[in-house]
């Protein structure tokens, strides 16, 4: 996506470095987890990457535990 949705992205979420609720951007990236060429396509995982708008801090967690 080339455009960014100003404020619909945007969650208010604790941020463990900040110390409290500050506002968030939150996607969902696709991320190889194996770090081996062979077969990286099938390594490929959903996950929630959350950053802090206030300081930066980025948190991601795997969304299937299959």
């Known amino acids: 996506m080339a455009t960014k949705n100003d404020g619909l992205a945007d969650m208010h979420e604790v941020c463990d470095s900040c ?3 500050t506002p968030h ?3 969902v990236r696709i991320l190889t987890e194996s770090g081996k060429r062979q ?3 099938f390594s490929r995982e959903p ?3 959350s ?3 206030v300081c930066g801090e ?6 299937n535990n299959a």
């Open 51 to 53: 950053e802090c708008q």
């Open 58 to 63: 980025t948190s991601s967690r795997r969304m």
């Open 47 to 49: 996950y929630r990457v």
């Open 39 to 41: 077969n990286a396509e």
């Open 25 to 27: 951007t939150v996607t």
């Open 19 to 21: 110390g409290r609720s």
